[in-house]
């Protein structure tokens, strides 16, 4: 069935259920030769694992990740890789009394609709589970990424309303809400709890930037870099709303306002003064920072009393008791993270061949070669 792969040249498969004995994913088009181990991979993996903090959902799941394939001395050998998360803490009688409900804000009515069938133990394949195996793409991902001076860093610019005003990176992994302004952390948290405290949840806005990224990447028409980080930042089931640069904002600019100038720094890159475009001009990477922003739902699952109806289409009241995530945004960072590594991953392995073929057959425009240093 299509739906569970993701990428051309960098591609991973997902597979598995939120209450289901493993989850885990496929990986083709890993270059050989790059250092990798089970640790190059936990380390995202305990970032986005449940039962991590106050703000998260109880759930203890270590979310460790076995190496079973496509891994031989620490070194990637080409072939394909495979990774394997066993789920430890799954609970599926917790979900029986609401098999023959809807939930509001899940996927339960679609689902059934679509198939004839679903798994009605905490959503299977569209439980937010299924993302710790894109966050473990995703940290192979960035292994490739890192071997090109490419890092992938994101942060919650805004959660339950309140809004980062200023950009510490360095503070973002030292608090539970992964705020880069610890001028709002306390209040943040404040706020999820007292959600939580009322039988409720929270939204927010994950933003993600990429540095050290050259030129050149993404292809027009229908492959623009954007277009490709759109495709898989809206694939995460609580991602509602997609940003590049200044996004929205743009519509209350004037052209003068709006537009990057470029200039030539002192190292004689060409280089824009401001980023408005989010690193990116005709779908294509210009060397400045890419930066993409998410708008995070409220987590669906929630104690209040919601109206909804059964199988037999009557009426009924709902409440979701259970273990749930009061906001999602917080552990949905390495989320996105992963899925802008990978779309980088496979842009850069698609340029790689773009590059093969202009040395094999070379370019019809001399002007090419003064910027062949930005490729």
Known sequence: MPGSSFGRIFRVTTFGESHGRAIGCIIEGMPPNIPLVEEDIQGDLDRRRPGQSEVATPRQETDTVEILSGVFDGLTMGPSIALLIRNKDSRPSAYEDLKHKFRPGHADYSYLVKYGIRDWRGSGRASGRETATRVA???????????????????????????????????????????????????????????????????????????????????????????????????????????????????????????????????????????NSGGILGGISTGEDVVVRAAIRPPASIAKKQQTVNWDKKAEDIEVHGRHDPSIAPRAVPVLEAMVAMTIADCLLIQDVYLRERETFGTLHDAAAIFDDEL
């Open 137 to 275: 793409a995703g940290a192979v991902a960035k292994k490739l990424l890192a071997a090109h001076g490419i890092t992938v860093t994101g942060y919650v610019s805004e959660l339950a309303g309140l809004k980062a005003e200023r950009l510490e990176m360095d503070t973002i992994e030292s608090n539970i809400v992964r705020c880069p302004d610890p001028d709002k952390v306390d209040e943040m948290i404040a706020r999820v709890i007292a959600a939580r405290d009322a039988g409720d949840s929270v939204g927010g806005v994950v933003e993600v930037r990429v540095s050290g990224m050259k030129a050149g990447l993404g292809d027009p028409v229908f492959d623009k870099l954007e277009a490709r980080l759109a495709y898989g930042i809206m694939s995460i089931g609580s991602v509602k709303g997609f940003e590049v640069g200044i996004g929205f904002a743009c519509k209350d600019m004037n052209g003068s306002e709006f537009n990057d100038p470029f200039t030539i720094d002192e190292t004689g890159k060409v280089r824009t003064t401001t980023n």
